[in-house]
């Protein structure tokens, strides 16, 4: 290339932008009686209940736009991905606050999909997966989905249908009923961060702490309480007895980049208890009263 050809290529790339690149095309092929594929799509909130019987992490809340067009161009690098498995979906994933571009194939037997993102100077330089599942209800609004890693040794987070984990004032089962159930009432439920579903587990968590506390299996209570109050609390709720009335109240907050809960209860004869509560670890704690 001599001195005169160079200068014009540089020219090019400076009133053109980078060359081109060469692109993959994703050959979408919907299929009605596929379970994920259908009822993707949507916004979607983590069920933390769910979430910490499998013993996932979470990614926070998540939502699928449909739209073959976002993966119309991808860098060619991406093609043989797709050259043996079928995509039955295609469009934006919304996590994080950011969008990315994702298809829904599958691998090895089990409904995958790969996302792609940004890496150094390419918008989609980079593909990430998750196994997912999904659980559709006669209700779309009670579906559950289920995200995993991109092997099978990683635990699956929960999620539903975001909004639907929302509970009308006065709704719940009766005090002193199975564990996790909401005590009737007007429940106040105040969020100054987290969300509706966050509470939600928070109140199964005490409700069970506090039906244990009154049974007086103390050292099953305990278990529900984190190091290193345990043994302190352990000893205080032995020298009380407890009738519960009810959950009346429960506060979410963040501490120190924490979600932390307050929550109120009332016992007889006419006593308050307030329990503080942190999450961590993909589930509610109590740490104090």
Known sequence: MNRQTWLLALAAIYVFGHPPVATAAVEVKPDKENV?????AG?????PVLTARLGGRGLGPVAFRVDAKAVAELPEKFAALFRERPAYL???????????????????GNP?????RPRGDEPLGDAESLNVMLAPAADPAGDLLFIGG???NQPFSAYRRAGAGEREAGKGAEAGGEPGNVIPGKL????????QADADAAVETVTRFLKLWAEKKHDE???LVAEPSRARLLEEIKQRDLKLTGVEGIRLFNYRDRLVARVY????PKQGIGLDMIFQGGKWWIISR
Do not use: C
Request: hydrophobic residues 50%; aromatic residues 12%; proline residues 4%.
């Open 265 to 268: 209860a009332t016992a007889e």
């Open 43 to 47: 916004a979607w909130e983590p069920d």
């Open 150 to 152: 991109d092997f099978n």
């Open 90 to 108: 295609a469009g934006v994933m919304t996590l994080r606050r950011q969008e990315f571009p994702f298809v829904l194939t599958e691998n090895r």
């Open 36 to 40: 994920v594929a259908s009822r993707l």
């Open 112 to 116: 995958h999909l790969i996302f792609f």
């Open 221 to 223: 209570a305990a278990l």
């Open 188 to 195: 106040k439920v105040i969020l100054d961060a987290g969300t």
